[in-house]
């Protein structure tokens, strides 16, 4: 039995569904809340427990999720049972990579979705499994690749020795961990290093530009110095057009249904990566025309006259370009913009970045940290701090007089931003418009 301490984590589900569909018996356990990465293991009926010391039984190997520790009661009794073997998620996950030709994506933004873009592109092309970090594992036996979204958090990309590996960008983040950017890119070096064919990185990125790469690297962007470069780029409302020529020469023409440009940057990352493995242009052309996206990345509904967007971003340069793609795609409609901010120590950090993002929806609105936001010692910080640095930005509640304030605006765009569940607000305001 593989058991999983923490199955509903962004990782974990998705390595449990995995293992179950390799024909292992799979079971975990988590907090009792809903969270939108359990959708996955109902459907493939893996049982998930509340935390008992219980459920850990002799001849068990057990993963442990990276959000828990000795003070939760499985992982006691994992602990304290010499018939039960266990690995914590990223070294089990880097052991299981040795068995595939492994793509990491890395890179502070876009990795969900240039995860979920590859695997669209390749699960036609050969056997493939995948790890997507929005709830979404696939596990096919005898499979030649195997894409895993990398999160360069505490390190844990570390123990992974991709044979391909792409980083998006790197710009500082989980400033808890890493605490300046100095740090946070040699980690981004070291893992760099460890890959053993070759880096696929955004060639433009002024961070990316400072590490000392020893591995093979292909470089993609807008600049002449790139391997892989977007040349006579067109964005409009039906998309984004442009040439690809690499190494100097056209590789093919690619018209493609996204807006902005980091999804021309993700689309541009997995050109190279086909390129590598020796996909022709009119192939990747088709697949990523056909890409319809991932879990809580830029999620639509038009609903009448209004448009609702659900996605992830958590960093004010995720909020820019959520802004940026959707003024691309809807220009003649205003945009309510929602925020929730997830860990103080982010919020401390990037509270003035965070402001000037919301300044550019036309009704920005700010939601409280959620009572689980990770509390790091000496920051105090409140969303009113942030808040009250945007122009005209309004503070509400996640609850029904927060969704009647939004259910006032119509024929807009509603962007709900966070890594936290504000979709559910998405769905009063929804329901309250009905």
């Known amino acids: 039995m593989d058991y999983f301490i923490g199955i509903k984590g962004s990782g974990m589900g998705p390595l449990a569904c995995i293992m179950h569909d390799l024909g292992h018996d799979v079971a975990g356990s988590d907090i009792d809340k809903y969270i939108f990465t359990q959708d996955q293991l109902a459907l493939r009926n893996i049982p998930v427990y509340s935390f008992d010391k219980d459920n850990i039984k002799d001849g068990y190997h057990v993963i442990i999720g990276n959000a828990f520790d000795e003070s939760n009661v499985e992982?006691?009794?994992?602990?304290?049972n010499p018939n039960v073997t266990y690995d914590r998620y990223f070294t089990f996950l880097g052991k299981f990579m040795e068995n595939y030709q492994t793509i990491s994506v890395a890179g502070t933004h876009g990795k969900t979705t240039t995860t979920g873009m590859a695997y669209h592109v390749f699960k036609d092309f050969d056997k493939t499994s995948v790890l997507i970090g929005d709830g979404v594992g696939h596990g096919l036996k005898n499979s030649k690749y195997f894409i895993v979204e990398s999160c360069e958090y505490q390190d844990h990309f570390l123990s992974y020795f991709p044979k391909y590996a792409i980083i998006n960008n790197i710009e500082l983040d989980h400033v808890d961990y890493f605490g300046n950017l100095e740090n946070y890119i040699k980690s981004f070096e070291k893992f760099a290093n460890q890959v053993k064919d070759t880096v696929i990185v955004w060639g433009d990125?002024?961070?990316i530009k400072k590490l000392n790469i020893t591995s093979h690297v292909l470089r993609f962007g807008l600049e002449p110095h790139n391997d892989v470069v977007a040349k006579n780029v067109i964005?409009?409302?039906d998309g984004i057009h442009f040439d690809v020529v690499i190494?100097?020469?056209?590789?093919?023409?690619?018209?493609?249904?996204?807006?902005?440009n980091h999804m021309l940057y993700?689309?541009?990352?997995?050109?190279?990566l086909g390129y590598l493995e020796n996909m022709d242009g009119a192939y990747l052309q088709d697949k990523l025309a056909t890409f319809k996206g991932t879990k809580r990345r830029y999620s639509v509904q038009e609903i009448g006259d209004n448009v609702y967007v659900d996605d992830y971003a958590h960093h004010p340069t995720a909020i820019n370009f959520v802004i940026d793609a959707t003024r691309a795609r809807y220009p003649g409609k205003k945009i309510v913009g929602i925020f929730q901010p997830d860990r103080f120590s982010r919020g401390a950090e990037f509270k003035n970045e965070f402001a000037a993002a919301m300044e550019k929806c036309d009704y920005?609105?700010?939601?409280?940290?959620?009572?689980?936001?990770?509390k790091e010692e000496g920051i105090d910080i409140d969303i009113f701090?942030?808040?009250?640095?945007a122009k005209n930005a309004t503070v509400i509640e996640a609850d029904e007089t927060g969704a009647k304030e939004l259910a006032k605006y119509e024929n807009v765009v509603f962007l709900?931003?966070?890594?936290?569940?504000?979709?559910k607000l998405k769905d009063k305001v929804i329901e309250l418009k009905k």
């Open 235 to 237: 964005q409009s409302s």
């Open 266 to 272: 993700n689309s541009l990352a997995i050109i190279a």
């Open 364 to 374: 920005p609105y700010f939601v409280p940290f959620p009572d689980n936001a990770k």
């Open 205 to 207: 990125d002024k961070n």
């Open 385 to 389: 701090d942030i808040a009250n640095l």
């Open 75 to 80: 992982v006691q009794a994992v602990m304290s």
């Open 416 to 423: 709900f931003m966070s890594s936290k569940d504000i979709y």
């Open 247 to 260: 190494h100097g020469e056209l590789f093919g023409h690619f018209n493609l249904p996204f807006y902005g």
